[in-house]
């Protein structure tokens, strides 16, 4: 009978290297568990690098270390040798300790730099700068309106994540459709919105913006300049009822009514981007329903399952909280107010609006058409003043280059055009989605619609000075600056005020 001898697993190379692969797949683990236990706030690409990317690791390396053992097996097998392979330890053997040494350089080398990528892995994936800047095409009107808005200082993870694993799974496949289109440059121009997976805004929003505290008044002022030659003002002050569950009277007010107390409100919307509403279902404290029909778009199939009944909540109205793209009149006001552009530049504004609001293939196209536009005007319809007030003009150059490069981003067929914010009702629908003439129920209850639901005037006029404007708290009656009689009564702003118009 013939005799097995016995010999060690650990002769062949690919044994060294699965298991210094599986070792140093388990440190990391275990590192990078301490970790995910103890730190103070869940984080998503932590959990990534966690329990995926570690035990990718340790499921590589026992895997080549079974095929090492597989080939150790067949070649025995090949040469007819009756072998019985083991997990001895065989000094005696120079193949074994080749591999030995193999084995434990290696360990130590992948040990230090699997440990040091994965933590850094994670850092990397969890910054701002990897979301906005790894595709910097396709994300860049993201990341520079990011930059510019209210949140700059919170993660984007922090919002489009989230805590927990259930949209963790969610994003990352579909990061995996992100990644494919971006690499077959198959993807949309401009991206679509509004994002389809964003989970429920009480899971993030209110994780620092606490609903209770939504209630009072805030005072706002808003100064207009016209398109005329001098680029007259009009200001309006306003007492903008923020409302919400008002602690002194118990009452549900003003406009965060919507989002405090036991009313719900579902609604359907018959395009993707949410603009047209057909269909509202209120569900008071009280247990009743109401339903209210817009007559003029076509009523929802309720049987077709693509039909979305959405719980409304903050993202319908503040569906641009950290990528707010200004639109060109926004910006101009803002400036001419701010003496950043001098409104003594004759149709400054009316200019202004024309070169920023053109169509341009490419940035570079657009910021020499701006650069020489402004030049040129001045110097073909006011040549005085473009001798004299020179400076000036170059100030208002920079600023309208400024605007763009912040709010247009042509090579991603992005600027405020297709970045409707729903806030207000003056150049986008916004509140009027709802809140029009047109929706009510079947015995013919409207939806309220009365200005002073949410604000009322109590200073406007032409001039920039409060102090010269007609005021009263009680409240004033709208007064359009341009001579339109009542017509503001029946139409909605939007019915002139659009995004191409620059308003």
């Known amino acids: 009978m013939q005799q097995r001898r016995r010999r060690t697993l650990y002769r062949h190379p690919l044994a060294a290297v699965g298991g210094a692969l599986f070792a140093a797949g388990v440190f990391l683990f275990l590192i990078l568990l301490v970790i995910d236990l103890t730190a103070p706030t869940d984080n998503p690409y932590r959990s990534l690098v966690t329990f995926v990317i570690a035990p990718f690791i340790i499921t590589v390396g026992f895997l080549l270390f079974l095929l090492a053992v597989w080939l150790q097996v067949r070649a025995a097998r090949r040469r007819g040798e009756s072998v019985r392979f083991n997990l001895s330890i065989d000094p005696g053997d120079p193949y074994y300790m080749r591999n030995l040494w193999l084995f434990l350089g290696l360990s130590a080398v992948l040990i230090f730099l699997v440990a040091y990528s994965g ?128 602690p002194r009277t118990g009452r549900l007010e003003g406009i965060h009514w919507h989002m405090i107390g036991s009313n719900t409100i579902y609604y359907v919307a018959s395009d993707r981007k949410r603009r047209e509403v057909s269909w509202v279902q209120l569900i008071t404290a009280d247990g009743d329903t109401v339903v209210y029909r817009n007559p003029d778009l076509e009523p929802p199939d309720f049987e077709d399952p693509e039909t979305e009944i959405r719980l409304f909540d903050c993202m319908d109205c503040h569906n641009r909280p950290s990528h707010s793209f200004l639109a060109p009149a926004t910006a101009l006001n803002l400036a001419l107010s701010t003496r950043q552009i001098s409104p003594e530049l004759k149709y400054i504004r009316q200019v202004g609006l024309e070169l920023l609001n053109d169509e341009y293939s490419d940035r570079e196209e657009a910021n020499a058409a701006i650069s020489e536009g402004l030049v040129d005007y001045y110097k073909e319809n006011y040549p005085e003043l473009a001798a004299n007030d020179s400076h000036e003009i170059e100030k208002a150059t920079d600023i309208l280059l400024k605007v763009y490069n912040q709010n247009f981003f042509p090579e991603m067929k992005t600027d405020y055009r297709v970045r409707e914010n729903n806030l207000s009702h003056f150049v986008n629908d916004g509140c009027f989605r709802c809140h029009n003439w047109s929706m009510e129920t079947d015995d013919g209850k409207g939806v309220s619609n009365d200005c002073s639901t949410c604000h009322l005037i109590v200073a406007q006029g032409p001039s920039e000075t409060v102090s010269e404007l007609q005021y009263d708290l009680s409240g004033l009656t709208f007064q359009h600056p341009e001579d339109i009689d009542e017509a503001w009564r029946e139409f909605k702003c939007t019915d002139c005020h659009t995004p191409e118009s620059g308003y």
Request: net charge negative.
């Open 119 to 246: 933590t850094k892995a994670y850092e990397a994936t969890d910054s701002v700068a990897f979301c906005g800047e790894t595709c910097h095409t396709v994300m860049e009107p993201q990341n520079v309106t990011y930059h510019n808005s209210a949140h700059a200082r919170v993660a984007c993870v922090e919002c489009h994540i989230g805590p927990g694993a259930s949209f963790y799974v969610k994003s990352k496949v579909d990061g995996i459709r992100q990644l494919w289109a971006t690499t077959l440059n198959t993807f949309s121009r401009p991206i679509e919105t509004p994002v389809e997976n964003l989970r429920p805004a009480q899971e993030t929003c209110e994780e620092c913006h606490w609903p209770r505290q939504f209630y009072g008044e805030k005072m706002v002022t808003h100064t207009y300049y016209r398109t005329d030659e001098d680029n007259s003002p009009w200001t309006i002050k306003l007492l903008v009822k923020i409302g919400g569950g008002n």
